[in-house]
């Protein structure tokens, strides 16, 4: 199965703990600081993933990581089942999700905005307007820049891209005048 697919079932699942439990905020706040304490030890990431070290050494060097960092207890049970299924490894992929299904949940899109230069805070709140009242939702947006673009705005939402850049643009005048 692949890690997207079992990253929405766990982050669906857990997703459906923290919205009865109220915990939404602390639990992603939690996994966010478990996934930089696991990316910057590359000890630790070593010793999750590697199938010579005995399951019941991984269970005791979580078990003293929790007790240290003391998370809630929803964390800590996801912890536990993530090293339980041999998946914790992928800790960083799963709470990647969990915020995009909290995200989905709440009525939340991300877009991302691709630009030739930075702009300006008038023009991100057009912008947001702008995908607000095309998809009915709230948007988050991320924005990024790209020079190669010369001029324009290229907005991804999911799977569609909405290309308005300029070096498109002139590249589909080029085609129409190559094909006349």
Known sequence: MSVETLSRRYASALADVVEKTGEAETVKSELRQWVEMMSSSRDLSEA??????????KEAVLERLIAKS???????????????NGRITELAAFSEKFELVLEERAGIITAKITSARELGEGEKAGLRSSIEKMTGRR??????????????VVTRIGSTV??????????????QLVNG
Request: hydrophobic residues 40%.
């Open 139 to 152: 948007v988050k947006l991320e924005f990024d820049t790209d020079e190669n673009l010369i001029g324009g």
């Open 48 to 57: 999750f993933g590697s199938p010579a070290i005995a399951h019941l050494n």
């Open 162 to 175: 909405y290309d308005g850049s300029v070096r498109t643009q002139l590249e589909n005048l080029r085609q």
């Open 70 to 84: 003391a998370p809630s207890k929803t964390t800590a049970n996801f912890l536990r089942v993530l090293l339980r």
